[in-house]
């Protein structure tokens, strides 16, 4: 039985998936009718199975979603009491921040040569790539500094709350730190520092405005990858899996093993928070070293993790429960009962969303509507081809792609700027535009919907990636 094709359109944007098989809900999907006509089997099959878990009350779909490990990427699950480890998967917390960089427009980033400059300084003080080398300027950390970070994120650093999605979750004060040795021998060597895969520093041009932003994408490095492993093998023990199943983990939050993967768990997010924050200082110094200016962080979320949180339902009443968001962020509107008292309170947050290394990010902000999808809009705009095949498939046009990055032409505040200057050698092919959905088509289904406007519209000037 196709699953897909079960699934029915309910209203432009909309489709629904009834409970079949083991299905405890209905599972909704946002999607136009030619992302909905592009979208996998498979990723219907993992929609289900999330539908699927204990504690189960809502599954949903963002315009984004493709296949990826045990649950769609570019989902989300709402629970009474459960824990579902694979929506926060391998990169607990994985995020971005924005920088706005006051003072510097277009006009100020127009040469190459000076988005070159900026490239080599931001490396000389920021590490990308897999792995823990630390460059020339890039300060080094001791480990009651970083028990500090674990415990309580971006509030060790001094952040104000209102510039942060979560300023840090609760770990109880007796969390033993040091009792996944893999997990914490990563963090004196890896705080910092941006990693590989898709991750990237971006300097991007608002496209109506010609405001300079940065936008840092980077999550909890090898801290929190060995702390899910090591859940993801606990958690198969206690559900009776198989090894090669531990993805389908889930835990109770009641459970001894739920409590002790939920306070992990959220030393990860900490970790990942605070680390996009410190990120910012080596990004300000390059600013300052190339263009005189300093910038100033705009806000800074997740896309990838667990959080408690109100959840209004459609009869007006709320409740608590945990929304798993695997590849999706967390859109509040104006009004939302967790934003009351906060600097977002009558505009609702704002949702930091990066597109392509090509194609550009945006900044949106929750409608009413919002609440359909339990206030999640996508992460990004979603990928069509993995690493292996993007790598596979696209070499014979490596140069092709190459002289696109280096060719563009765009008119950005009413400046013409031509290029995309990149800190390696080659685009990488697994993360050039090429592998991604439409971004345009993708935010297309949010304002359609009602669920999300877009506010401002990005477009990169220079990226840093990390090579794998």
Same mark, same amino acid.
């Given at each position: 039985m196709?699953?897909?094709y079960?699934?029915?359109?309910?209203?432009e944007?909309?489709?629904?998936?009834?409970?079949?098989?083991q299905?405890?809900?209905d599972?909704?999907?946002?999607?136009?009718?030619?992302?909905?006509?592009?979208s996998e089997?498979?990723m219907w099959?993992?929609?289900a199975?999330?539908?699927?878990?204990?504690?189960? &009350?809502?599954?949903?779909?963002?315009?984004? %979603?493709h296949?990826?490990?045990?649950?769609?990427?570019?989902?989300?699950?709402?629970?009474?009491?459960v &824990?579902?480890?694979?929506c926060?998967?391998y990169d607990?917390?994985c995020?971005?921040?924005y920088?706005k960089v006051p003072?510097?427009?277009?006009?100020?980033?127009k040469t190459?040569?000076k988005?070159?400059?900026?490239?080599r300084?931001?490396?000389?003080?920021?590490?990308?790539?897999a792995g823990?080398?630390r460059p020339k300027?890039?300060?080094?950390?001791?480990k009651?500094?970083?028990?500090?970070?674990?415990?309580?994120?971006a509030?060790a650093?001094?952040?104000?709350p209102?510039?942060?999605?979560?300023?840090y979750?609760p770990v109880p004060?007796?969390?033993?730190?040091?009792?996944?040795?893999?997990?914490?021998?990563?963090?004196v060597?890896?705080?910092?520092?941006?990693?590989?895969?898709?991750?990237?520093?971006?300097?991007?041009?608002?496209?109506?405005?010609?405001?300079?932003y940065?936008m840092?994408?980077?999550?909890?490095?090898?801290?929190?990858?060995?702390?899910?492993?090591?859940?993801?093998?606990e958690?198969?023990?206690?559900?009776? $899996?198989?090894?090669?199943?531990r993805?389908?983990s889930w835990l109770?939050?009641?459970?001894?093993l739920g409590k002790?993967?939920?306070?992990y768990h959220?030393t990860a997010?900490?970790?990942?928070?605070?680390?996009?924050?410190f990120?910012?200082?080596?990004? /300000?110094?390059?600013?300052?070293?190339?263009?005189?200016?300093?910038?100033?962080?705009?806000?800074e979320i997740?896309?990838?993790l667990? /959080?408690e949180?109100? $959840?209004?339902?459609p009869d007006?009443?709320?409740?608590?429960g945990?929304?798993?968001?695997?590849g999706?962020?967390?859109?509040f509107?104006?009004?939302?009962?967790?934003?009351?008292? @906060?600097?977002?309170?009558? @505009?609702g947050?704002?949702c930091?969303?990066?597109?392509?290394m090509?194609?550009?990010?945006?900044?949106?902000?929750?409608?009413?509507?919002?609440?359909?999808?339990? %206030?999640?809009?996508?992460?990004?705009?979603?990928?069509?081809?993995?690493?292996?095949?993007a790598?596979r498939?696209l070499?014979?046009?490596q140069?092709?792609?190459? @002289?696109?990055?280096r060719t563009?032409?765009r008119?950005?505040?009413?400046?013409e700027?031509?290029?995309?200057v990149?800190?390696?050698?080659?685009?990488? $092919?697994?993360e050039?535009?090429?592998v991604?959905?439409?971004?345009?088509?993708? $935010?297309?289904?949010?304002e359609?919907?009602?669920?999300?406007?877009?506010?401002h519209?990005m477009y990169?000037?220079?990226n840093?990636?990390?090579?794998?």
């Amino acid at each position: 039985m196709s699953l897909k094709y079960a699934a029915t359109k309910v209203e432009e944007g909309h489709y629904v998936l009834p409970k079949v098989g083991q299905m405890k809900v209905d599972a909704h999907a946002f999607l136009s009718d030619d992302l909905y006509t592009a979208s996998e089997e498979n990723m219907w099959e993992q929609l289900a199975t999330g539908a699927s878990y204990e504690s189960i &009350i809502g599954a949903y779909a963002m315009p984004d %979603c493709h296949v990826g490990y045990g649950v769609p990427i570019g989902c989300v699950l709402v629970t009474d009491n459960v &824990i579902v480890q694979a929506c926060s998967g391998y990169d607990i917390s994985c995020g971005v921040l924005y920088m706005k960089v006051p003072g510097l427009t277009a006009e100020h980033v127009k040469t190459w040569h000076k988005r070159e400059t900026w490239v080599r300084e931001v490396e000389n003080r920021v590490s990308t790539g897999a792995g823990i080398s630390r460059p020339k300027y890039m300060p080094s950390f001791n480990k009651d500094q970083v028990d500090n970070v674990l415990m309580y994120g971006a509030k060790a650093l001094g952040v104000a709350p209102g510039l942060c999605e979560r300023h840090y979750i609760p770990v109880p004060e007796d969390t033993d730190l040091r009792k996944i040795g893999k997990a914490y021998d990563r963090v004196v060597q890896q705080l910092g520092s941006v990693g590989g895969g898709n991750h990237f520093i971006e300097m991007q041009v608002d496209g109506k405005t010609g405001e300079v932003y940065v936008m840092i994408h980077c999550g909890s490095r090898g801290y929190g990858h060995a702390t899910a492993e090591h859940f993801y093998y606990e958690g198969a023990i206690v559900r009776g $899996l198989a090894p090669n199943r531990r993805e389908e983990s889930w835990l109770g939050i009641d459970e001894p093993l739920g409590k002790e993967y939920w306070a992990y768990h959220n030393t990860a997010a900490n970790f990942a928070i605070a680390n996009r924050h410190f990120i910012v200082n080596g990004i /300000q110094d390059a600013l300052e070293a190339v263009f005189k200016v300093r910038g100033e962080v705009y806000y800074e979320i997740s896309h990838n993790l667990v /959080q408690e949180e109100t $959840l209004v339902l459609p009869d007006g009443t709320t409740k608590k429960g945990f929304v798993h968001r695997k590849g999706a962020t967390r859109a509040f509107p104006a009004g939302h009962p967790d934003l009351v008292g @906060t600097v977002w309170e009558k @505009t609702g947050h704002p949702c930091l969303i990066p597109g392509s290394m090509y194609h550009g990010a945006a900044i949106l902000f929750a409608e009413p509507n919002a609440y359909k999808s339990a %206030c999640s809009v996508n992460h990004g705009s979603g990928r069509v081809l993995a690493r292996k095949a993007a790598k596979r498939k696209l070499e014979a046009q490596q140069d092709a792609i190459d @002289t696109e990055m280096r060719t563009v032409k765009r008119t950005l505040g009413g400046v013409e700027i031509e290029g995309i200057v990149g800190n390696t050698k080659n685009t990488p $092919l697994d993360e050039c535009g090429h592998v991604y959905k439409d971004l345009d088509a993708v $935010l297309g289904v949010l304002e359609s919907t009602g669920i999300a406007r877009v506010a401002h519209r990005m477009y990169p000037v220079a990226n840093l990636k990390g090579a794998d």
